[in-house]
């Protein structure tokens, strides 16, 4: 069974920056061949944020992040990372991480994801 952790999470004045990592246990790290950011704010739906497929030749980005959050992923290490810059107050929210098995690209629908993690709270605020 595939386990996914995320860290890094905290508190962080707007402007800041902040770098979520996604440890991966359990299986083949190439079968889950997508992994993916999403986030959740307290009475708001989940959504994404950002995608790339196992090579890191794809990714995908929600145009609220594009410019500010880079996403990235090491094979080797069986870790994936969110790079977020210049943040702001709306960012504030949990995180997720997850895995997709299916070969058929980045997705940003969470029901596409297979696997998930527990989240990281991460919260901007001055």
């Known amino acids: 069974q595939v386990q996914l952790v995320e860290s890094g999470g905290g508190l962080v004045q707007p402007g800041g920056s902040l770098r979520l990592s996604c440890a991966a246990s359990?299986?083949?790290?190439?079968?889950?061949?997508?992994m993916g950011w999403f986030r959740q704010a307290p009475g708001k739906e989940r959504e994404f944020v950002a995608a790339l497929t196992w090579a890191g030749a794809h990714t995908y980005y929600a145009d609220s992040v594009k410019g500010r959050f880079t996403i990235s992923r090491d094979n080797a290490e069986k870790r994936m990372y969110l790079q977020m810059n210049s943040l702001k107050p709306e960012d504030t929210a949990v995180y997720y991480c997850a895995a997709r098995r299916s070969f058929s690209g980045t997705s940003s629908v969470a029901g596409a994801y297979d696997y998930w993690g527990q989240g990281t709270q991460v919260t901007v605020s001055s």
């Open positions: 359990g299986g083949s790290f190439s079968s889950y061949p997508t």
